[in-house]
């Protein structure tokens, strides 16, 4: 099984739509969860951390269940700007290696 | 806002000659790690480290691959004797200590495209 699992997509989505990802991870040892976004060839950058409560920044919600290792990501109110890879990461502890998923392509279409 | 700044930007070389990749982290950070992305593949850690040595590496850091931090700022990936799957997107990243790289999250350069030819 591998460590963290995503869909690859492609998700191709019109602009306004809610669209959800969902993540599921192999080590119940994990400990910190976060989705971060990789645009074509650039580094990924961090979207959000995902904490045992939900959380919520603007059109962007994570929840994370423990029981079921699964990690998933809300986008309300799509933009053409949100068009992206979004990366699965997990990680023991802080400061220990990142484990990503493969990624999976959103594409916004107008 | 801060920035983990790599050079090259890309690197051209030819199986069997040695790279030195170089990274400057974020000047608070105290953490320091490389990893690559060969396209169109997953981003996966190479090594991890803090108080100058090594506190992790993966399997793909066998011995052709060495880190140094030769002064107080920059952070270098030397691969000995590349080969040709060695080519990829190197990106190094830096973290602050402890909850602040939960919250926070590790902040990758905007990375080194090497081929090796």
């Known amino acids: 099984r591998k460590e963290v699992e995503q869909d690859p997509g492609p998700f191709n989505v019109p602009e306004g739509a809610t669209v959800a990802f969902n993540c599921t991870y192999s080590?119940?040892?994990?400990?910190?969860f976060f989705w971060y976004r990789q645009d074509c060839r650039k580094e990924p950058k961090l979207l959000m951390s995902?904490?045992?409560s939900g959380n919520e920044d603007g059109r962007f919600t994570a929840q994370l269940n423990r029981a079921s290792q699964y990690i998933s990501l809300l986008i309300r109110d799509s933009k053409l700007s949100d068009s992206a890879t979004y990366l699965c990461?997990?990680?023991?502890?802080?400061?220990?290696?990142?484990?990503f998923g493969t990624g999976t392509r959103l594409t916004i279409i107008p | 806002e801060p920035e983990v700044t790599q050079t090259p930007s890309h690197q051209v070389t030819q199986m069997g000659q040695e790279v030195i990749l170089h990274c400057v982290p974020i000047?608070?950070?105290?953490?320091f790690y490389w990893y690559r992305q060969i396209l169109g593949q997953k981003v996966e850690f190479l090594v991890s480290f803090y108080n100058n040595e090594i506190s992790e590496k993966s399997e793909i850091f066998d011995d052709q691959f060495s880190v140094e931090r030769p002064d107080g700022s920059n952070f270098t990936l030397k691969i000995r004797s590349t080969k040709l799957e060695d080519s990829a997107m190197y990106f190094c990243?830096?973290?602050?200590?402890?909850?602040?790289?939960?919250?926070?999250?590790?902040?990758f350069g905007s990375g080194t495209r090497l081929t090796v030819v």
């Open positions: 080590n119940s040892a994990s400990q910190s």
């Open positions: 000047s608070n950070h105290l953490y």
């Open positions: 995902v904490y045992s």
């Open positions: 990243a830096s973290s602050e200590p402890g909850d602040r790289a939960l919250n926070y999250g590790y902040t």
């Open positions: 990461v997990v990680t023991l502890f802080g400061n220990e290696k990142l484990t």
